[in-house]
């Protein structure tokens, strides 16, 4: 979801003419919602992408066993917003590297960009107005450079860390509750 700001029931028309239910697009929502998490974890850190090889030997692994809970285990309509919020609270109030009060700042500001784009970054350090601009939205755009100044600016490297999984985690989870959203309202 490039564009969280304008998304509704209109983009998920397709899967519904297509003969998706609401516990398909659910799920569909969920693993998208995951992925913007994790490549903004994997972007900002530059972690190696596999090749196409071994994407195709994973995808295989797990669509042949299956991922994700038992159908029993996860039930009713926004039936993933309990995880999210219980990743949500471990990211904010985990004591770490970083104060909690810097992790739900970083946090309720990705969500306030996702929900209007172009939000103000003041209340946070000057010092992570790129990080968190780029992770926000283009996350593919954070450099080794970017990294290298907040260290060279006394960043540590668990603080860093530590912000950007909050990113990560409040993108993918403000994506996940945007489309939740757009669900209910297309019913």
Same mark, same amino acid.
């Given at each position: ?29 969920? *693993?998208? &919602? ?5 490549? %903004?974890? @994997? /972007? ?5 992408? !596999? #090749? ?53 700042? *970083?946090? &309720? ?5 996702? %929900?209007? @784009? /172009? ?5 946070? !350090? #000057? ?61």
């Amino acid at each position: 979801m490039r564009r969280p700001e304008s998304f509704g029931p209109a983009q998920l028309e397709p899967m519904r003419a297509a003969g998706h239910d609401r516990v398909a697009i659910e799920d569909a929502v969920a *693993v998208g &919602a995951m992925f913007a998490c994790i490549l %903004r974890v @994997a /972007d900002s850190l530059g972690f190696a992408y !596999p #090749n196409s090889i071994t994407q195709e030997m994973a995808a295989r692994y797990l669509l042949g066993k299956g991922y994700g809970p038992s159908p029993g285990e996860l039930v009713g309509a926004r039936r993933y917003a309990k995880l999210w919020g219980d990743l949500q609270q471990a990211v904010e109030n985990t004591p770490g590297h970083t104060e909690p009060e810097l992790r739900k700042q *970083v946090y &309720a500001w990705i969500e306030r960009d996702a %929900r209007k @784009a /172009d939000a103000e970054l003041s209340e946070l !350090p #000057n010092d992570l107005h790129t990080l968190i601009r780029k992770g926000s939205r283009n996350a593919y755009q954070i450099s080794d450079e970017d990294i290298a100044a907040l260290l060279a600016k006394g960043w540590r490297d668990g603080a860093v860390f530590e912000v950007v999984v909050a990113m990560a985690t409040s993108a993918g989870a403000t994506r996940h509750a945007i489309a939740m959203d757009a669900i209910d309202l297309s019913e």
